[in-house]
């Protein structure tokens, strides 16, 4: 756990309780521990009683006996929109489902509407609110999602204001080119002709300007087709862009084997994940992410198989699922409460799930997600007792300090 390596540290984190996320120990917890940083990567680990006897740092910080975890990640979202759906809410709850909402003109399509009329400024500054109530939590990387455009123009608007918000905060971005999200109204009737458009032209051109990072789709009955998701999944290859796929939300129809057969990052939803699903995505070392908002927002009742996911060893993550229709929720914090009273997830899985395996579902495992020598220094000081008041409590919990790329945040967010 310890760097070898001699040198001068720009800054030494001393008198904390590490949950280092690696190792055997529930949470990689060391007592007592001290955490050495140079530039923006962490540059020595280990029990403060370990530290060399000589040393160089220009500035040492007393962690008053306070616990340092990595930087939270929020590997699903849909943070950049326009409009809200409150009204679809209260149909909600007056007892229409989420499919008779979408096929009745509402859901994704009402939002659509809103967003193709907001210009980026719009975009950005509707959104600015959503992405520092999330990072005041502890989130330092994030990915965000386009699919509320559904033409290359919104689309592009949509990903040119998650650039600009990442570049404004500071904070690690995957963008990711949700094109396949829903049939625009000028496509309603060929499913098969607008998945050509995103392949032939929309994706295409928005990879060459440098916008895109991942490629995801909607698999399900009111979205498209494992064949159609297919023909998507192909033209991100021919980009070099890698795959994940909201899979088996309503419906089990076999979204989680088809993004396993592209070695896809992450598998998400997964209420109706069936055992040969399982099976695809522990032989691809595809993620499995869980949106516990989205279930409690639907009142869906399904619980996603957790048992067999733990059986098969397959890496499961947690997100916020952040949008507005199914899951207007951000707060991460309050993923880890859900996903433990609602499914049973232990402290230690959930926040796994949103720090080592949250990172792996952005196939970010190598830079982030642990506090290990060569990562980077993306670090939260929280003032608790122990990881598990982080999933237990709700509400009034604060990082005393964030720290992004080495960088002290707090008084930033």
């Avoid at 679809?88 to 096929?103: K, Q, V």
């Avoid at 990915?143 to 509320?148: A, N």
């Avoid at 995957?174 to 929309?202: K, M, N, S």
Wanted: charged share 20%.
């Amino acid at each position: 756990m310890m760097t070898t390596a001699a040198g001068r540290w720009d800054r030494l984190i001393r008198n904390v309780h590490l949950a280092t996320f690696t190792g055997d120990q529930e949470y990689g917890q060391l007592r007592h521990g001290a955490v050495a940083l140079v530039a923006d990567r962490i540059a020595w680990v280990g029990r403060e009683t370990d530290l060399p006897a000589e040393f160089d740092c220009d500035e040492q910080i007393d962690g008053q006996g306070q616990w340092l975890l990595p930087g939270f990640i929020d590997c699903h979202t849909h943070l950049v929109f326009a409009g809200n759906r409150a009204d679809e809410f209260a149909m909600r709850l007056a007892g229409a489902s989420y499919e008779e909402i979408a096929r009745a003109g509402g859901g994704i399509a009402s939002t659509v509407a809103a967003t193709r009329a907001a210009s980026v400024d719009q975009l950005v500054a509707a959104a600015r609110p959503r992405l520092a109530a999330l990072m005041a939590e502890g989130v330092t990387g994030i990915e965000v999602k386009s699919g509320y455009g559904l033409s290359l123009e919104a689309e592009r608007q949509m990903l040119l204001a998650a650039t600009q918000l990442r570049d404004e905060f500071g904070i690690s971005m995957q963008r990711t080119f949700l094109g396949a999200h829903a049939l625009p109204p000028e496509y309603q009737g060929d499913a098969d002709g607008y998945i050509d458009y995103l392949c032939l032209e929309v994706l295409p051109a928005l990879a060459a300007e440098g916008l895109v990072d991942a490629v995801d789709g909607f698999c399900e009955s009111i979205a498209f087709s494992p064949e159609q998701i297919r023909r998507v999944f192909e033209a991100a290859r021919a980009l070099d862009l890698p795959v994940k796929l909201h899979a088996e939300q309503l419906s089990n129809q076999h979204g989680s084997a088809l993004v396993a057969s592209f070695d896809g990052l992450s598998a998400d939803h997964l209420e109706y994940l069936d055992g040969d699903g399982i099976a695809a995505m522990a032989n691809a070392g595809t993620t499995a992410v869980l949106l516990p908002g989205a279930y409690y927002f639907l009142k869906e009742t399904k619980q996603p198989p957790l048992a067999q996911l733990r059986q098969e060893q397959v890496a499961i993550a947690l997100a916020s699922d952040a949008n507005p229709g199914s899951s207007p929720i951000f707060s991460l914090l309050l993923m880890l409460n859900l996903a433990c009273t609602l499914w049973g997830m232990t402290p230690a899985e959930a926040l796994a799930g949103i720090t080592r395996n949250g990172a792996k579902a952005l196939g970010w495992q190598g830079r982030c997600g642990t506090i290990e020598v060569g990562k980077r220094a993306d670090l939260l000081l929280w003032p608790i007792d122990t990881p598990a008041q982080l999933a237990y409590q709700v509400g009034a919990l604060r990082p005393s300090q964030i720290w992004i790329g080495g960088e002290l945040r707090k008084d930033r967010l």
